[in-house]
């Protein structure tokens, strides 16, 4: 029998967010550091020491999903973002993928952080001498351990999430402050200190080994990027909404000078099998080979922030989306329940935490973390360019009639968002392709195609289900036909200017 409860009233969340707070949870949810200290190997392992350029190369399109963002959100604000979106503008089951693929992707993301932050901990404990506990070895690469410490603390972020979104921003705009210092003075030694020598090779994308790496590499650089789009997340409870445009182009920014600093530092200082084979110990190993202790700690404490303040900011903008979803009775009531008392989806963020955990506990059937973390990075990169690539064409299709308000708005509104969404999908499509026709038969390894396709489709898979319960069970408004969203001014779908 389908579900007959009438729509629930609006939910109202409260405005209390200002660009810094933007900033704030969009550098948390990018997390440089993390990616720094631990993707860079990942990416090495991909590439080579064409790093840099790839990193350069991924940047390019990510600028153009900034400005389809921009553009929607001053059309349409929603902290529903991609799935408000997609589902305005071409349809409602492209609409409920480009909801349920981050809320997926988000999940995966914070489990496998939450294993991250464990290794990053015992990695802390080993340089205050803690080498054993309760008679085992503490080991930072097993994702066992790894996971046990860090639901610790996945804990303890869920409380500060759940008791307000502003105190949240604040706690993590001073962990940014200080890795990025801490960050920024050890990249810059390795540049001066290193003893690998700089190459122009490492900027030339015709030097990796095959199309198939390339690719690889560039979804794996996409996943780095991803995070930005958090500030559009909490745009409902932004008192100006340029302030979410504003806040993702500086954080945009900001990780690309980070990551080429990064990269280029760390192949200065470290070979390519050292990049490769440090794993998540990678911004450790780096460390120690310019300074001494307890200067060498540093950068270790400023990658411990970096986690704790990604998982934080991981959990605020998956709760804002179930909360959206919940509003168009595409997801159960109890997602978009708010808290008088602090004005934020409580219900929703504790659910999200719990079922992030659960999800960190399925990853130990991988039993080296440097190989959870390979796997989750590939399946989150072929779900971010999914997602993305669907949100630029969306912008494509609602700002067509542009068009003829003159070039400058037919190739910002139309042109440019095509462009990068087009490429995206394709970049997905044939990593999807690559790693299908990789391997004849599954196996449980990173290195296995079929392994590698395993987990996006799944999650692709029940967001269908999900789609069609809430279309024929729920008989959620969202798939009931609607008025077309507003058509802006020609001068409206301007993008937000930088700051």
């Not at 980070?258 to 460390?287: N, P």
């Not at 400023?302 to 990604?310: G, I, N, R, T």
């Amino acid at each position: 029998m389908a579900e007959t409860s009438t729509t629930p009233p609006p939910v109202k969340l409260r405005k209390s967010l200002g660009i810094v707070d933007g900033v704030a949870l969009a550098a948390s949810s990018t997390a440089a550091t993390t990616s720094i200290g631990i993707g860079l190997g990942a990416l090495a392992s991909v590439t080579g020491r064409q790093t840099p350029v790839i990193l350069l190369l991924a940047f390019l399109p990510m600028l153009g999903i900034v400005g389809a963002y921009a553009r929607l959100n001053k059309s349409e604000p929603n902290c529903g973002t991609a799935y408000a979106w997609v589902g305005r503008s071409l349809g409602p089951w492209l609409g409920m993928i480009a909801g349920w693929v981050p809320l997926a992707a988000g999940v995966v993301f914070l489990a496998y952080t939450t294993s991250v932050t464990g290794s990053v901990l015992i990695q802390c404990a080993h340089k205050a001498g803690l080498d054993s506990l309760l008679g085992r070895q503490l080991d930072p690469n097993s994702t066992l351990q790894c996971t046990l410490v860090g639901l610790f603390v996945l804990a303890a972020v869920t409380v500060t999430a759940v008791t307000g979104v502003q105190k949240a921003t604040r706690f993590q705009t001073w962990l940014l402050v200080f890795e990025y210092v801490v960050l920024l003075v050890f990249c810059c030694w390795g540049l001066v200190a290193g003893d690998q020598p700089f190459s122009f090779s490492w900027f030339d994308p015709f030097a990796v080994d095959s199309v198939s790496a390339l690719a690889q590499g560039l979804v794996l650089a996409v996943f780095f990027y991803w995070g930005w789009d958090a500030a559009f997340s909490v745009t409902e409870e932004t008192e100006n909404t340029g302030d979410a445009a504003r806040g993702s182009y500086i954080a945009l920014f900001t990780m690309l000078g980070l990551f080429l600093l990064g990269a280029v530092a760390f192949q200065q200082v470290m070979t390519e099998s050292e990049m490769s084979g440090t794993g998540a110990e990678g911004l450790t190993y780096f460390a120690s080979r310019l300074a001494d202790e307890p200067l060498a700690t540093l950068p270790l404490i400023a990658l411990m922030f970096s986690a704790v303040a990604s998982l934080q900011a991981g959990i605020i903008p998956t709760a804002r989306l179930t909360l959206a979803m919940s509003r168009e009775r595409t997801l159960g009531p109890v997602w978009s329940r708010v808290s008088e008392r602090h004005g934020g989806p409580t219900a929703g963020t504790v659910l999200i935490t719990l079922i992030s955990a659960a999800i960190a506990v399925l990853m130990l059937v991988i039993p080296k973390l440097n190989e959870a973390i390979l796997a989750a990075v590939n399946a989150i990169g072929l779900l971010v360019a999914l997602y993305y690539g669907l949100v630029a064409l969306a912008c494509a299709v609602r700002f067509r009639h542009t068009v003829r308000t003159g070039p400058r708005q037919a190739v910002g509104a139309v042109l440019v968002p095509a462009v990068c969404g087009l490429f995206l999908l394709a970049l997905g499509a044939y990593l999807a392709f690559y790693h299908a026709t990789l391997s004849d038969t599954f196996a449980v390894s990173v290195d296995n195609g079929w392994f590698n396709l395993l987990c996006p489709a799944v999650m692709v898979v029940i967001g269908l289900l999900v789609s069609a319960v809430a279309k024929w069970y729920r008989r959620a408004p969202y798939f009931a036909p609607q008025a077309p969203a507003p058509t802006p001014t020609p001068a409206e779908p301007e993008a937000q200017p930088l700051p």
